[in-house]
């Protein structure tokens, strides 16, 4: 997938479909907390996050503490949002609530 920095509309579109996820106000990245029952469950969604972020080959940037995950999701080689970093936070969100 191409690392392409997505504009504002293509931004609001695709934030459109991630209502638990925060938008920067610079624009520059999208954030979320995930909270988990315990941190075996937290850490359980991070080992299965990282195999998914090694096959699109973008890494998150994230922080844990005990069993709460905070993420932060941008595209350095843009300098802004790529579709790589929705396409990571859907997946997210899918492992996350499963």
């Not at 920095?5 to 907390?33: C, F, Q, T, Y």
């Not at 991070?46 to 595209?75: C, G, I």
């Amino acid at each position: 997938m191409a690392r392409t920095k997505m504009g504002e509309a293509e931004i609001e579109v695709a934030m459109a479909g991630l209502p638990e996820w925060n938008l920067a106000g610079d624009h520059r990245s999208i954030s979320r907390r995930f909270n988990f029952s315990n941190f075996n469950r937290a850490f359980g969604f991070m080992t299965q996050v990282a195999m998914e972020a090694e096959k699109l080959d973008h890494h998150p940037e994230w922080f844990n503490v005990y069993k709460t995950v905070d993420v932060k999701l941008n595209t350095h080689d843009v300098d802004g949002l790529s579709e790589l970093d929705f396409q990571l936070a859907r997946i997210m969100d899918r492992l996350a609530s499963g």
